[in-house]
T-cell receptor
Framework: DVKVTQSSRYLVKRTGEKVFLECVQD?????MFWYRQDPGLGLRLIYF???????EKGDIPEGYSVSREKKERFSLILESASTNQTSMYLC????????????FGSGTRLTVV | AQKITQTQPGMFVQEKEAVTLDCTYD???????LFWYKQPSSGEMIFLIY??????QNATEGRYSLNFQKARKSANLVISASQLGDSAMYFC??????????????FGSGTQLTVLP
């Protein structure tokens, strides 16, 4: 019954590496989101997408990019990983006009060393 | 200014008692939605309850109710008859605008609830 799948639960990467975090949803949702979660800060929006090949910056896009080539897949890219990008990353999706149908993945805990 | 404020980093409650988790919000939109999510230690975000800005009655879902005070811009979560399984991080979130293209959720910093046996 898994609906939003994040490819890795835990990742350890080295500083300067290019990192890909993958998210796939099987609910035919138009909207997809990437958040990062840090203690005391809650969830902060990095990027979101409301359609294939469309993307919008969130509150903290610096150091990140995204790709949405297919409706079901939304990738978060760390171009050159840094230690301050060590965090929990959560992907979510929703229907375009659904007021409350947000579904989250189980998260990827990324550590950059 | 913070759009969502949760002033209680941590809360304790005795099993079977009720607990209120505070949330205040800031928006100039007339149309918005308020959400509460639960995040257990396993990490998944579990949707609990939703309140639309035009809903006249407070939302309820089982043991969860949302105390919506629009004039005060508060949306407190009330959990009745707490259970040990309620121990988790709780997030308040807001979506500004009810319809249209992608509308992201804005989250508060969360409240860690611990239910004591």
């Amino acid at each position: 019954d898994v609906k939003v799948t994040q490819s890795s639960r835990y990742l350890v990467k080295r500083t300067g590496e290019k990192v890909f975090l993958e998210c796939v949803q099987d609910m035919d949702h138009e909207n997809m989101f990437w958040y990062r979660q840090d203690p005391g800060l809650g969830l902060r929006l990095i990027y979101f997408s409301y359609d294939v090949k469309m993307k919008e910056k969130g509150d903290i896009p610096e150091g990140y990019s995204v790709s949405r080539e297919k409706k079901e897949r939304f990738s978060l890219i760390l171009e050159s990983a840094s230690t301050n990008q060590t965090s929990m990353y959560l992907c979510a999706s929703s229907l375009r006009d659904n007021n409350y149908g947000y579904t989250f993945g189980s998260g990827t805990r990324l550590t950059v060393v | 200014a913070q759009k969502i404020t949760q002033t209680q980093p941590g809360m304790f409650v005795q099993e079977k008692e009720a607990v209120t988790l505070d949330c205040t919000y800031d928006t100039s939109d007339q149309s918005y939605g308020l959400f509460w999510y639960k995040q257990p230690s396993s990490g998944e975000m579990i949707f609990l309850i939703y309140q639309g800005s035009y809903d006249e009655q407070n939302a309820t879902e089982g043991r969860y109710s949302l105390n919506f005070q629009k004039a005060r811009k508060s949306a407190n979560l009330v959990i009745s008859a707490s259970q040990l399984g309620d121990s988790a991080m709780y997030f308040c979130a807001m979506r500004e605008g009810l319809f249209g293209s992608a509308r992201q959720l804005t989250f508060g910093s969360g409240t860690q609830l611990t239910v004591l046996p």
